[in-house]
């Protein structure tokens, strides 16, 4: 199946920094890239997603880029802040879906 | 809108027992999904369905069964649980299958 690899796996940040997630695949196509945000004890909850004729999308603190040659895409967070902490998946569908391992952000105040 | 339902929320079973983990959603999506996720895996896709009465297998099928009578309801059946498939369990479903995925609140299974 298609590999979803996803970096970094923790990522540790102070309030208002950024951070960004990196998620990279391997040889088929998508044309549809999800990133999804998991608070504890509860299920994944979308927070944006990018189609495969679109180079950047952005939403308020959150962005995505797409670089379909290089077969990676990323997650930028601006101004984070501790409510922004949990854990991240991006997710590609290759024909079915895969996702990522997930990042587990942590925003100090 | 309650959106998707999963019960049980939580559940243990012994090696060999069957069960049925419910799912349900009333925001007439065609496209329904089921994942678990294990620490440090993500979450991988067990079954799909497109459409009522049509299922496909996702990335890791083996063990379950799903069937789709109804564009509300997505049951996953396991026939012999096995101690492997201990995991939390996600049903998702989404207008159609490139569109925003609604995650249920989960079922965590255990198998002894």
């Known amino acids: 199946g298609e590999n979803v690899e996803q970096h970094p796996s923790t990522l540790s940040v102070q309030e208002g920094d950024s951070a960004v997630i990196k998620c990279t695949y391997s040889?088929?196509?998508?044309?549809?890239f999800p990133w999804y945000k998991q608070e504890l004890g509860k299920g994944p909850q979308l927070i944006i997603d990018i189609r495969s004729n679109v180079g950047e999308k952005k939403d308020q603190r959150i962005a995505v880029t797409l670089n379909k040659t290089a077969k990676h895409f990323s997650l930028h967070i601006t101004e984070t802040q501790p409510e922004d902490s949990a854990v991240y998946f991006c997710?590609?569908?290759?024909?079915?879906?895969?996702f990522g391992s997930g990042t587990k952000l942590n925003v100090k105040p | 809108n309650a959106g998707v339902t999963q019960t049980p929320k939580f559940q243990v079973l012994k090696t060999g027992q069957s069960m049925t983990l419910q799912c349900a959603q009333d925001?007439?999506?065609?496209?329904m999904s089921w994942y678990r996720q294990d620490p440090g895996m993500g979450l991988r896709l067990i079954h799909y369905?497109?459409?009522?009465?049509?299922?496909d297998q996702g990335e890791v099928p083996n063990g379950y069964n799903v069937s789709r009578s109804t564009t509300e309801d997505f049951p996953l059946r396991l026939l012999s649980a096995a101690p492997s498939q201990t995991s939390v369990y996600f049903c998702a479903s989404s207008y159609r299958k490139l569109h925003e995925q609604y995650f249920g609140p989960g079922t965590r299974l255990t198998v002894t």
């Open positions: 369905s497109v459409g009522a009465g049509i299922t």
């Open positions: 997710a590609g569908n290759f024909n079915k879906f895969y």
């Open positions: 040889d088929s196509a998508s044309n549809y």
């Open positions: 925001m007439n999506h065609e496209y």
